[in-house]
């Protein structure tokens, strides 16, 4: 679906102010942990044969949940705690938020006990009502589900600082080059094991031609050197030979998180998708109390630890920084859908950068939509500038009000305006998770229309690959090409 279908008009919120010039001093994480065990399973609901209560249309960006923050508060929105307990010493925005009734307007028996999986935490059996078992079947898609609230199991080795080495890695590990677990901008990874131990891996393998590429490289290993965190990937070891640079990594076996939620086999409702994003912000509340920004948190970077869990794991630092107030990071590459307009514009980037990409990721996962894709990129680029972005396509029809107003407070121009990681983490819509799974069992259509979107890259990925490879071809046969670059979904930003 074109983007441009479910654009509003523009809703600027709140002005913003840099962030002052404060000594970097990394801090140790503080997030909290979520440690309830929730299990739903559901008998085969009928839907409800009234249509569920409509969601308010929001205009633009519009705020549903009136927050009582001040204008001013919101400025140091997406700093750290810390800078924020430098900037002011008044009261944390507190949101107010509405009872939330059962999505589907059913009515549910609750028993315990009977659980599929192991017993630890609550265990919940939603079973229809008679009513419902005996009403016709709607559009509206129910399932059973089975939520896996907990945050995955750390990397099985202990965090390392790792220091390039020059030997070659086959003297430690067995790279696996025929099985490629993925590719990204700048080389492949493969599985890998650890001669001594039997350690599963994986290998990153970095082409590290040009000077760019190893400031690249060594970037990501100084970056994950700093992290030590269940939601982001470990580093285990890195070599550097003449051209590249092979980083050994834990290995995560879920696959990217966008590829295993199209499983139709395994619907995905808000709870999921609830349970992800917590995840995700975990890991990012984490990274910037380190002052490492990601800036490339694109749906490619959010790995499954498995197959069937809900626990992720942040990956790739290859653009990530360390970050300093008030220096202005030149980006030149980034997915032009997932850019914040700060990107954009080549102006500061900081910590509300990655909020942005977070905001458009959530959108992804809830609606199946991206909310500022064009049909191509310059419009793409302009639709990230207006910050123009709507819940009206009935993509969102059963999307619940705090889940818009989570949104609606990363997709903000100014930055000063997004919710920081932390501010995330309290939002309403990723608390009160177990309470919320008894009642909100509706298979979101972001499946089916991800699906689409993640077809159409793969389309487009492939036909600018057989371009490129032609346009070789005819250049080399002419002897006018020495390097062909390959660069698929990057553009590279106007500096
Ligand atoms: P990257 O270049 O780091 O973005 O990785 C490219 C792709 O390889 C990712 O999108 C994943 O599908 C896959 N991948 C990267 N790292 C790992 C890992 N540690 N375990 C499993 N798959 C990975």
Redesign the pocket.
């Known amino acids: 679906m074109a983007a441009d279908s479910h654009r509003q008009s523009e809703t600027e919120r709140g002005g913003m102010r840099e962030v002052p010039a404060v000594a970097v001093v990394p801090l140790m994480a503080d997030t909290p942990k979520t440690e309830t065990r929730t299990t739903v399973t559901e008998n085969q609901a009928a839907a409800p044969s009234s249509p569920a209560p409509a969601p308010k249309k929001p205009s633009g960006l519009a705020v549903l949940m009136p927050t009582v923050e001040s204008s001013s508060l919101r400025q140091v929105y997406s700093c750290p705690e810390s800078l924020q307990r430098l900037q002011s010493s008044r009261p944390k925005p507190q949101y107010v938020c509405p009872a939330r009734g059962p999505a589907v307007g059913k009515t549910c028996s609750v028993l315990g006990g009977a659980s599929p999986v192991a017993a630890s935490g609550i265990q919940i059996i939603v079973v229809p009502t008679t009513a419902e078992r005996t009403r016709p079947k709607s559009h509206t898609k129910t399932c059973h589900k089975v939520i896996d609230d907990v945050p995955p199991q750390p990397a099985p080795f202990l965090h390392r600082c790792v220091s390039l080495r020059s030997n070659p890695p086959s003297d430690t590990f067995v790279i696996h080059t025929r099985e490629v677990?993925?590719?990204?901008?700048?080389?492949k990874?493969h599985k890998c094991t650890e001669k001594s131990s039997g350690l599963k891996l994986?290998a990153?393998i970095i082409n590290t031609r040009t000077a760019k590429e190893k400031e690249r490289a060594n970037n990501e290993v100084q970056a994950m050197n700093q992290l030590s965190h269940p939601n982001i990937?470990q580093l285990y070891d890195a070599f550097e030979a003449k051209h590249q640079l092979v980083l050994i990594?834990?290995?995560?076996?879920g696959?990217?998180l966008f590829d295993r939620i199209v499983d139709e086999s395994a619907p995905l409702t808000e709870v999921d998708a609830m349970v992800f994003v917590k995840q995700i912000c975990e890991g990012v509340s984490y990274m910037h109390q380190m002052y490492v920004l990601h800036l490339d948190l694109k749906p490619?970077?959010i790995?499954c630890v498995n197959r069937t869990g809900h626990q992720v794991k942040i990956?790739?630092f290859?653009l990530a920084r360390r970050y300093r107030p008030r220096e202005k990071l030149r980006v030149n590459f980034g997915t032009p859908e997932f850019l914040a307009p700060e990107v954009v514009n080549f102006d500061f980037v900081s910590f509300p950068t990655d909020m942005w990409t977070l905001g458009v990721v959530t959108y992804m996962l809830l609606s199946g939509l991206s909310p500022f894709l064009g049909d191509d990129e310059s419009q793409t680029l302009n639709n990230v500038l207006s910050a123009n972005c709507s819940f009206e396509d009935e993509a969102f029809e059963h999307i619940s009000a705090e889940a818009k107003d989570f949104i609606s407070h990363l997709l903000v121009k100014e930055r000063g305006g997004r919710m920081s990681a932390l501010q995330c983490l309290r939002h309403p819509w990723l608390n009160n998770i177990a309470e919320k799974a008894k009642g909100s069992n509706i298979v979101l259509k972001s499946q089916v229309l991800l699906k689409k979107y993640l077809a159409k890259k793969l389309w487009k990925k492939n036909y600018i690959a057989i371009a490129a490879a032609n346009r070789f071809k005819k250049i080399s046969s002419g002897g006018e090409l020495t390097s062909l670059d390959t660069e698929t979904d990057t553009v590279p930003i106007a500096t």
């Open positions: 677990l993925g590719s990204g901008r700048f080389g990874v994986a990153k990937l990594l834990e290995y995560v076996e696959g990217e490619e970077n790995l990956i790739d290859g």
